[in-house]
């Protein structure tokens, strides 16, 4: 059974950085893709960045600049740095994991809060 657990999520003003870690274990990390959604209050989860297993990266248009997904293998850990924080980034983060072996097992996270305040 796959567990990735959430870190790093806080309250900060705007213009600030938070790092967000998500720690995965139960699965071969190097074998999935990893990536990071939110959820803002009243609003559909979203797609932030994702990493594949082989280091290509995504972002979504709202976050390109700001935002940078990391992976790092031997610790089986995902970051995704946050930086010039907007008080529209504020959400629920979730981290995912999709197994390159069969892309229908997908795993979540329990989610981390992100709170901007202007």
């Known amino acids: 059974q796959v567990q990735l657990v959430e870190s790093g999520g806080g309250s900060v003003q705007a213009g600030g950085s938070l790092r967000l870690s998500c720690s995965a274990s139960g699965t071969i990390f190097s074998r999935n893709d990893m990536g990071w959604y939110r959820q803002a209050p009243g609003k559909q989860r979203e797609m932030v960045a994702s990493i594949s297993s082989g280091g290509s990266t995504t972002y979504a248009d709202s976050v390109k600049g700001r935002f940078t997904i990391s992976r790092d293998n031997a610790k089986n850990t995902v970051y995704l740095q946050m930086n010039s924080l907007k008080p529209e980034d504020t959400a629920v983060y979730y981290c995912?994991?999709?197994?390159?072996?069969?892309?229908?097992?997908?795993?979540w996270g329990q989610g981390t809060q992100v709170t901007v305040s202007s």
């Open positions: 995912y994991a999709v197994s390159t072996y069969d892309r229908a097992f997908v795993s």
